[in-house]
């Protein structure tokens, strides 16, 4: 039976309950139905398109119904969707684990696979602490960093940084040592960009001397802590904390679940600064943005750990390694090697900078922050002073609600405005992406104004 009109929308309010969404406010606001989509753009049930500017958060890689992933889960569909891992070898699996430890930075040898960067974050969370006790020298203590997001559930909360999502869970979870971000835009520390990053690194190497032989493992975002606001961390940071975790003898977690499959500019955000990790999270975009897949890596020492009598690793989910999602890993990794997706990018990121730039002189903007396709713009109520708007203003939202008008799908970070489109998007989108942007903040004004007065029109 044909749908009637607004059937969806009318389902939508009275049975979803939507992630991260104030639910009073939904079902007040107009809503979108997306119906089906195009390259970069999603098309809703009126037929009108819109451009996909933050990849469908943060997982889309080559654009909507790319035809190579297509055909590769309809040919494993042909064969099986989904066996368990537990007892069993799948070949799609199999395969895909050869190809991540291949792609990956040197070290990491071995895959386990759950289902998306919240389960990844869990797994590393518990490889690490097990890794510990298997060796005979226990240790429960995680170092991460303030602004940090490893996932929602509660072990990858445990080591969130973020008091808006995290605060209220913390009766439930362990106990987390978090060093300062290098969010050198408002440094916790007080100090100008060139001395944040180094100093925040050095407060890390204090923290783990004092707990010396306690710290399991540190978890960072590698360069861009995604979540907490696109923030950039300065050159040189990364590859310092590296250092630091190693001569301090603590395992480090590199949770690229946002940062991988080539959105900073390298398949990884570790390879800007050559980085090793010990451990990798990597979910998103690890099936071009089709099907929920999640890998952690790790290194073989880590690894021949669990292999003696009684050091097995007991976790796994149902969905583990599931086949349609690792045939349209695969499909993803070839497009990205036969198209030389990562060779390609450089004009579209100097495009992606140069529109970036343009921005930074705009009214209420107070930093512009961005590597390789990723970029946050913050918005303040005062550029001098870095006064932030009120949370009751929602500028941020509203903003992004303003940009929708002009056919750009964006989700906000609280005032920050997130831009992260697929790495397939041409030089022609991305103008028409920062046309819509431009746009949207030139309303802010109207828009705050509006606001005063009581809200914004309907
Ligand atoms: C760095 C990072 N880790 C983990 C996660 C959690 O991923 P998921 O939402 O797939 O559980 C996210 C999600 O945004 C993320 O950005």
Avoid at 383 to 399: L, P, T, W
Wanted: hydrophobic fraction near 40%; proline fraction near 4%; charge should be neutral.
């Amino acid at each position: 039976m044909p749908k009637q009109p607004n059937q969806t929308i009318q389902q939508d309010r009275r049975y979803l309950w939507h992630p991260f969404t104030p639910m009073a406010q939904w079902n007040s606001q107009e809503q979108l139905v997306i119906e089906r989509a195009e390259g970069v753009y999603l098309i809703d049930d009126q037929g009108r398109r819109y451009l996909d500017g933050v990849s469908s958060l943060w997982c889309n890689v080559h654009g909507h119904r790319v035809k190579k992933i297509d055909e590769a889960i309809r040919k494993q569909l042909q064969k099986v969707a989904h066996t368990t891992l537990l007892g069993l070898v799948s070949e799609p699996a199999a395969e895909l684990a050869e190809r991540l430890v291949k792609i990956t930075p040197d070290g990491l040898s071995k895959v386990f696979f759950s289902d998306d960067g919240s389960t990844a974050a869990e797994v590393a969370i518990k490889i690490a602490f097990q890794y510990w006790s298997n060796k005979g020298k226990p240790r429960k203590g995680f170092l991460a960093l303030h602004n940090g997001f490893h996932g929602d559930t509660l072990g990858a909360v445990s080591l969130g940084g973020i008091g808006l999502f995290h605060k209220v869970y913390r009766p439930l979870l362990f106990e987390t040592c978090l060093a300062p971000s290098p969010y050198c835009y408002r440094c916790e520390l007080g100090l100008d960009r060139q001395s944040c990053g180094l100093a925040c690194a050095a407060k890390v190497e204090e923290i783990l001397k004092q707990r010396a032989g306690k710290i399991a493992a540190m978890s960072i975002e590698p360069l861009v802590q995604g979540a907490g606001g696109m923030i950039v961390a300065p050159e040189g940071y990364l590859k310092r904390i590296r250092e630091i975790t190693k001569k301090h003898g603590v395992l480090l977690i590199a949770d690229e679940v946002a940062t991988g499959f080539g959105r900073t500019g390298k398949m990884f955000a570790c390879e800007q600064e050559a980085v090793e990790p010990d451990i990798m999270c990597l979910s998103k975009g690890i099936t071009g943005g089709y099907l929920p897949l999640a890998a952690t890596l790790v290194r073989e020492e880590i690894f021949e750990a669990f292999c003696g009598e009684g050091q097995t690793f007991y976790h796994g989910h149902t969905y583990t390694g599931n086949a349609l999602a690792c045939a349209a890993g695969l499909a993803n990794l070839d497009i990205f090697e036969q198209e030389k997706v990562i060779e390609q990018l450089g004009p579209r990121m100097d495009r992606f900078a140069q529109r970036l730039e343009e921005i930074k002189e705009r009214d209420f903007v107070g930093d512009v922050r961005y590597k390789g396709l990723m970029a946050g713009i913050e918005l303040v109520a005062d550029v001098g002073s870095k006064r932030a708007f009120g949370y009751e203003q929602r500028i941020g939202a509203k903003v992004c609600r303003a940009i929708r008008k002009q056919g750009v799908i964006l989700r906000p970070l609280g005032d920050v405005i997130v831009v992260m489109p697929p790495l397939s998007i041409c030089l022609e989108d991305i103008d028409r992406l920062f046309d819509a942007v431009g746009q949207g903040l030139g309303d802010c004004r109207g828009l705050l104004e509006a606001g005063d007065r009581g809200g914004t029109k309907k």
